[in-house]
């Protein structure tokens, strides 16, 4: 099967699957997407939901966060982990949002990775999301279930995004990552996967492999 009708029939069988899929980060504003992705990093999503909330109705404007007290904010996101290094870099990126852009979220890789603590899945995330760009996150679902079906072959994330930017129809890209991660917490998990229940294993490598 030719890689264009393989790519189709994944993300055809997925939209069925999750229709709905979208971001698990619950945000209002752009700059709280940005925030909570960064409170993300080695965190659960449900955790970083919980934090946020108290995040953002200590801290009601993106001003507020710019000239908050570093030992309070370190304080309120401490569940994520890593927290002193995530309040700095959230307190930094507040401030050259409104000293930079006006205190509006960049549309631009390239300014979005100027951004303190803004990596290039946080920067993906922010242009198909919030702006309706094509864009691959390419998160620890994304990058296992592609290698798994056969789609790219590295575990290096800049590799995996660039890949599947080449194979992946640009009006599919965002949502197909989304689908990614709810696909593998529902049935394509990296400790016990459900290949026979899985809608699109006929598509999949690894499964075709194992099969024989």
């Excluded at 007290?69 to 982990?81: F, M, N, R, T």
């Excluded at 290039?120 to 390419?138: E, M, Q, S």
Aim: glycine share 6%; aromatic share 6%; proline share 5%.
């Amino acid at each position: 099967m030719k890689i264009r009708d393989r790519v189709l029939g994944i993300v055809e069988g997925l939209k069925k699957d999750y229709p709905q899929a979208e971001c698990s980060l619950n945000y209002a504003e752009p700059y709280q997407l940005l925030f909570a992705t960064r409170l993300s990093a080695q965190c659960t999503d449900a955790r970083v939901n919980i934090v946020t909330k108290e995040l953002y109705a200590r801290f009601t404007t993106l001003r507020e966060i710019a000239e908050c007290d570093i030992a309070e904010l370190e304080k309120i996101v401490h569940p994520c982990g890593v927290f002193r290094m995530k309040a700095r870099d959230i307190r930094a990126c507040a401030n050259v949002l409104i000293e930079k852009f006006g205190g509006e979220v960049p549309d631009t890789m390239e300014d979005l990775l100027s951004l303190p603590g803004v990596g290039r899945k946080t920067a993906n995330l922010i242009l198909g999301d919030i702006f309706g760009k094509p864009a691959v996150v390419a998160d620890t679902h994304c990058i296992r279930i592609s290698n798994k079906l056969g789609l790219c072959n590295s575990t290096d994330p800049k590799k995996v995004e660039l890949r599947l930017k080449e194979i992946v129809p640009p009006d599919e890209q965002n949502m197909l990552c989304h689908r990614f991660v709810w696909h593998g917490r529902a049935v394509c998990s990296a400790r016990s996967p459900k290949c026979e229940e899985c809608s699109i294993n006929k598509f999949c490598k690894t499964y075709e492999k194992n099969s024989k």
